[in-house]
Nanobody, 123 residues
Framework: QVRLVESGGGLVQAGGSVRLSCVASGDMVEVKAMRWYRQYTGLEHELVAEISNDGTPDYADFVKGRFTISRPNNENTVFLQMDALKPEDTAGYYC?????????????????WGQGTQVTVSS
């Protein structure tokens, strides 16, 4: 069974930094794009950053220059370095990935979510 497990959230003062980690594990053939989303209470998830399996990053405008997504060796771990944090960055942060597995003898790519980690930025 494929799992995404996040870690690294917590409470930080405005202007501070937090580093989130996400590890994909299980019976996987290939981990393709990996992403970080965030969700404010009661609202939809919004994409924060994405990194392809060749290491190409992409960012939402509201985090450009402040957050950095990375993926060592383009494998199954993704990090989100969050710098210059603002109170409006307070949210649940979720790891998301497209992962290929063998399912009933067929290669399938599915989208998976982690359980989320809370980041709270105090003013």
């Amino acid at each position: 069974q494929v799992r995404l497990v996040e870690s690294g959230g917590g409470l930080v003062q405005a202007g501070g930094s937090v580093r989130l980690s996400c590890v994909a594990s299980g019976d996987m053939v290939e981990v393709k794009a990996m992403r970080w989303y965030r969700q404010y209470t009661g609202l939809e998830h919004e994409l924060v950053a994405e990194i392809s399996n060749d290491g190409t990053p992409d960012y939402a405008d509201f985090v450009k220059g402040r957050f950095t997504i990375s993926r060592p060796n383009n494998e199954n771990t993704v990090f989100l370095q969050m710098d210059a944090l603002k109170p409006e960055d307070t949210a649940g942060y979720y790891c998301n990935a497209d992962i290929m597995t063998w399912t009933l003898g067929v290669l399938r790519t599915r989208n998976y979510w982690g359980q989320g980690t809370q980041v709270t930025v105090s003013s």
